[in-house]
C-alpha cells in the first residue's frame, strides 16, 4: 500500500474511533440517564461535553500540529482522549462523567486537525478534495459504529466496558496513525498565531460562508425528523427519512470532493456555491415534496441531504489551501472550531424560531442561510480567484 493511502485508511480509522463517542454516545443516552438519574436536559448536557471540549482544543491542537508536526500530537492527543473516555467509564456521578468525557474531546481534537492537516500535505492538489472526502466520511461512520457497538458493550459489561471499549479504540487508531504522520512543515510559522489568518479577507469570508451552511446543517440535523411528521409523515417513514438523510450526507462529501478536485484543484469555490445552490433549491421545494407523501419525500430528502451535508471536507481543504502548508493546521482548525463551535448551537437557536413560527421554520431556516453562503461563496470568487494551492503544499 502506498504511503499516501495508508495514511489515508489511518485517518479514516482513527476518526471513526473517535467519533464512536463524539457521535455514538446517543445509543446509550438511556443506560447514562438511568445510571447517573438524568432528563433529557441532563443527558444533553453530558453529550455536548464531547464536542465542547473538542471545539475548545481544536485551535490549540492545529498550532502544535504546525509547530511540531502531526506525530506527536498524534500521541499525545491519543493518550489525553483515551484517559478522559476511559475514566468516565469509572465515575460515579454525572458531573464528572461529563467533566471526563470534556477531556476526552480535547484530546480528541488532535485527530481531525492531524488527519486533515496530513492529507493537505501528503496529496497532490488534483487528489486532495477526495481524500478529504473519505476522511468525513469517517465521522457518521463512526457514529454508526458505535450506535451497534456501544449497546452491545453495555450488555455485556454496563457503561464502564463501554467506555473503556471506546478509550482502547481511540488510543490504539490514534497511536497506529502517529507511526505515519509527517512531521512539521520545513516553513514553520509558529510565531504567527491566528492573526495573519484573520487578517486574510479570503479566510473570512471562508469563515463567514461556514458559519451559514452549518445553521442549515445543525438545523436538519436537530429537527428533521419533527419537522416531517407535522408535514404528515408517519413516523416510521420519518425515521427512514432520517436514515437515507445520514446515508446521503456520508456519500456526498465523497462526491463533492471529487468535483472539487476537477481542473487539477481549481474547482474548489465553484463547488461550495453548488452545494449551497443544490441546498437552497431542496430547501424550497421540500415543503411541497413532503406534502404529497413518502414517495416524493424521500428523493427530496436526498437532494437536501447532498446540498445541506456536503460542504465540510471542501471548506476545510479551502482553508488549508489558503493558509499554506506552514499553517495549515491552525486554518483547519480555526474552519473546525466555526463548524462545531456554532453548530453546536445552531439547534437551541433555531428551537426558539421553530417555537414562534412552526416546524415550516426548518425548511425556511435551511434555504435562507445556505443562499447566504452562496452569496458569501461568489464574494470569494470575484476579487481574487484562490488558487488551487501554494505550491509548497504538495509535500509535507
Request: with cysteine; glycine share 14%; proline share 5%.
Amino acid at each position: 500500500m502506498s504511503r499516501q493511502r495508508t495514511i489515508l485508511v489511518l485517518a479514516i480509522a482513527a476518526q471513526a474511533a473517535f467519533s464512536m463517542i463524539s457521535f455514538g454516545l446517543p445509543a446509550i443516552g438511556s443506560d447514562i440517564r438511568s445510571e447517573f438519574g438524568l432528563g433529557p436536559a441532563g443527558f444533553g448536557a453530558v453529550y455536548a461535553a464531547v464536542g465542547l471540549g473538542s471545539a475548545a482544543a481544536l485551535v490549540p491542537a492545529g498550532m502544535l500540529v504546525d509547530r511540531f508536526g502531526a506525530r506527536r500530537i498524534l500521541i499525545a492527543g491519543g493518550i489525553v482522549s483515551a484517559t478522559g473516555t476511559g475514566l468516565a467509564g469509572f465515575a460515579q456521578d454525572a458531573l464528572p462523567f461529563g467533566f471526563a468525557l470534556f477531556v476526552g474531546g480535547v484530546g480528541g481534537s488532535a485527530v481531525p486537525v492531524a488527519g486533515m492537516t496530513s492529507l493537505l500535505r501528503e496529496f497532490p492538489p488534483q487528489k486532495r478534495g477526495i481524500a478529504l472526502g473519505w476522511r468525513q466520511l469517517a465521522v457518521p461512520l463512526g457514529g454508526t459504529i458505535g450506535s451497534i457497538l456501544l449497546p452491545a458493550l453495555v450488555a455485556l459489561g454496563g457503561i464502564r466496558l463501554a467506555m473503556l471499549g471506546a478509550a482502547a479504540a481511540a488510543l490504539v487508531t490514534a497511536l497506529w496513525f502517529a507511526t505515519v504522520a509527517g512531521d512539521a512543515a520545513p516553513e514553520t510559522a509558529a510565531g504567527r498565531g491566528l492573526g495573519g489568518l484573520l487578517g486574510e479577507p479570503q479566510m473570512r469570508l471562508l469563515l463567514l460562508l461556514g458559519l451559514f451552511y452549518v445553521s442549515a446543517l445543525g438545523t436538519v440535523l436537530a429537527y428533521y425528523i419533527p419537522a416531517a411528521r407535522h408535514a404528515g409523515l408517519t413516523t416510521a417513514e420519518a425515521a427512514i427519512g432520517f436514515t437515507v438523510l445520514n446515508v446521503t450526507a456520508a456519500l456526498s462529501r465523497i462526491v463533492w470532493g471529487r468535483r472539487a478536485d476537477r481542473g487539477a484543484g481549481t474547482r474548489r469555490l465553484q463547488t461550495l456555491r453548488d452545494t449551497g445552490l443544490l441546498a437552497t433549491a431542496a430547501g424550497i421545494a421540500i415543503p411541497a415534496m413532503l406534502a404529497w407523501g413518502a414517495w416524493a419525500a424521500l428523493p427530496a430528502t436526498i437532494v437536501l441531504a447532498f446540498g445541506v451535508f456536503g460542504f465540510n471536507g471542501v471548506l476545510y481543504l479551502v482553508a488549508g489551501e489558503i493558509a499554506g502548508p506552514e499553517r495549515a493546521g491552525r486554518a483547519v482548525g480555526l474552519a473546525s472550531t466555526v463548524v462545531f463551535g456554532w453548530g453546536s448551537l445552531v439547534a437551541p437557536v433555531a428551537g426558539l424560531v421553530i417555537e414562534s413560527t412552526g416546524y415550516e421554520a426548518v425548511w425556511a431556516i435551511s434555504a435562507v442561510t445556505t443562499a447566504l453562503g452562496v452569496v458569501v461563496a461568489l464574494a470569494m470568487m470575484q476579487p481574487t480567484r484562490l488558487q488551487p494551492c501554494r505550491e509548497s503544499t504538495t509535500s509535507a
